[in-house]
């Protein structure tokens, strides 16, 4: 199994930036797939979740109506859509699966 994150960077209060995962090793369009976060200093928690389908989606409170997943089967790829960036989102965002964890992206998000 492998997942690879891709997309972070460093951006102002209020920007955007996409995330990506691509994922291998499993039958990726047969599972729900979560993006988490570990902010500096903290555990990690999850963001969002996605139906295999991509029908249903679930999100943490502190991003509900800024942040949105997405997923591509064919390209065997999931996606987070972050808008309205906060400093406090400023963690490595990671996509898991079943236990396995890719190596993380950092997203700064600087006042």
């Known amino acids: 199994v492998q997942l690879v994150e891709s997309g972070g960077g460093l951006v102002q209060r209020g920007g955007s930036l996409r995330l990506s995962c691509v994922a291998s090793?499993?039958?990726?369009?047969?599972?729900?797939l979560t993006w988490y976060r570990r902010p500096p200093g903290k555990e990690r928690e999850p963001v969002a979740t996605i139906s295999m389908t991509g029908g249903t989606t679930n999100y943490a409170d502190s991003v509900k109506g800024r942040f949105t997943i997405s997923r591509d089967n064919a390209r065997k790829t999931v996606y987070l859509q972050m808008n309205a960036l906060k400093p406090e989102d400023t963690a490595v965002y990671y996509c898991g699966w079943n236990g396995y964890w890719g190596q993380g992206t950092q997203v700064t998000v600087s006042s």
């Open positions: 090793g499993f039958s990726f369009s047969s599972y729900a």
